[in-house]
């Protein structure tokens, strides 16, 4: 193990990464796996179930996890530190050299020019999350959530943070309705409901 | 205060975040464009777009930068921390328990219950972009390029940083 191999991976996962977390998780597979041989196969993918199911960025979640891994607290540092800063750097970089020729026509017609596009990503990203709640909560349940999110959000005007919330406490109590019905039909009470594969 | 806001803003919608970093963009846009009035949508608007064009996770390149925006650097470092310490820490710590985990219904329950609002806030805010879009180029260049960019990723599958890219020249040739 050293830290130098940590950082050099995990450097090279973030730069290389296009496309955000799924485009990543195949590289990061990759070098720990196949490369340096930091876990097997069977792990790599407890690591991402687990990065998938908790909130926040995932390719982020599994480097911190790999570097404490392979290098204790220092070693999950340096694989994070490695993962995001470069591009972010790149990010402040980049965003300040636009903004100090902002007086220049060129530079605002660029800047106009990509919000449509952007407009456009951010209407296919929403279109797949559309197909992935159609496809696990079927259609009917999906159009109801939707209008009502859409209510919320849109006529009411609840902060979206809430909305969340109250999506995720809805769902907590259904589960916790469902493991009742299904204690009491069983008579043998278990911590998990068993999921037929 | 504003290092306390700015940790907050990150660290909550980090935690709200369900589905990896596009789940996060209408988070962190309802916090630092609506709520706080850090950025206009305008600029918010090309935060996004570098951060698209730009290799990496986005939900941190884009808290990083708008730390920085906000209050400086050691706002930028803030924000990277609130993003993604707390879920890091959860990580290392419950993976003793990844079984309990994958075999639960209870995760997939949530990650599904929270689609559909993702979703809607996606929309409205790709909405928002069009109208502003067309509040300041007019509607033919806004069809062309909302247009073009769904041809170029979605039927010929050109690279995302590519179709930003190729905006930019679009606005620099014909809209300067």
Redesign the interface.
């Known amino acids: 193990m050293s830290f130098k191999d940590l950082f050099v991976s995990f450097f090279r996962t973030?730069?290389?990464?296009?496309?955000?977390?799924?485009s990543?998780i195949p590289l990061i597979r990759y070098e720990t796996i196949d490369k340096y041989n930091w876990m097997d196969d069977k792990e790599f993918t407890?690591?991402f179930?687990?990065?998938?199911?908790?909130?926040?960025?995932?390719?982020?979640?599994m480097a911190?996890?790999i570097g404490?891994r392979v290098g204790g607290a220092i070693g999950?540092m340096v694989a994070?530190l490695a993962?995001?800063m470069?591009?972010?750097f790149?990010?402040?970089f980049?965003?300040g050299g636009?903004y100090a020729f902002n007086q220049s026509?060129?530079?605002?017609?660029?800047?106009?020019?990509?919000?449509?596009?952007?407009?456009?990503?951010?209407?296919?990203?929403?279109?797949?999350?559309?197909k992935?709640?159609w496809k696990?909560?079927g259609k009917t349940l999906?159009i109801v959530?939707?209008l009502i999110?859409?209510g919320l959000?849109?006529l009411l005007g609840v902060?979206?943070?809430i909305?969340?919330?109250l999506?995720?406490l809805?769902?907590?109590t259904?589960?916790f309705y469902q493991n009742r019905k299904y204690r009491k039909a069983s008579q043998h009470p278990t911590?998990?409901?068993?999921?037929g594969k | 205060m504003i290092y306390l806001q700015v940790f907050w803003v990150f660290f909550i919608t980090n935690i709200l975040g369900y589905g990896g970093g596009p789940s996060t963009i209408p988070l962190f846009q309802a916090e630092v464009v609506e709520h706080y009035k850090w950025l206009t949508l305008k600029e918010f608007g090309d935060v996004l777009a570098i951060a698209n064009a730009l290799p990496g996770p986005i939900a941190t390149k884009m808290s990083s930068y708008i730390g920085y925006q906000v209050a400086g650097p050691l706002g930028s470092i803030l924000a990277l921390i609130a993003t993604v310490l707390p879920t890091a820490v959860a990580m290392v710590f419950l993976f003793k328990f990844v079984t309990l985990f994958k075999s639960s219904p209870y995760v997939k329950e949530l990650t599904k219950s929270v689609q559909p609002v993702v979703a809607v806030l996606l929309l409205v805010l790709a909405y928002q972009f069009l109208v502003a879009a067309w509040e300041s180029s007019g509607w033919i260049h806004t069809a062309i390029l909302a247009l073009g960019s769904f041809w170029a990723m979605e039927r010929i599958k050109v690279h995302p940083a590519l179709v930003i890219g190729g905006s930019l020249v679009y606005g620099a040739v014909f809209l300067s």
């Open positions: 973030g730069i290389l990464g296009y496309g955000g977390g799924p990543v407890d690591v179930a687990l990065a998938n199911a908790l909130p926040g960025p995932i390719a982020t979640k911190t996890y404490y999950a994070l993962h995001i470069p591009t972010a790149l990010l402040i980049i965003l636009l026509s060129i530079v605002m017609g660029m800047i106009i020019a990509v919000s449509p596009v952007i407009g456009m990503m951010l209407g296919l990203m929403a279109y797949e999350f559309l992935k709640s696990g909560l999906s959530m939707i999110s859409l959000l849109q902060h979206p943070a909305v969340i919330t999506f995720i809805s769902a907590c259904k589960i911590m998990n409901r068993s999921v």
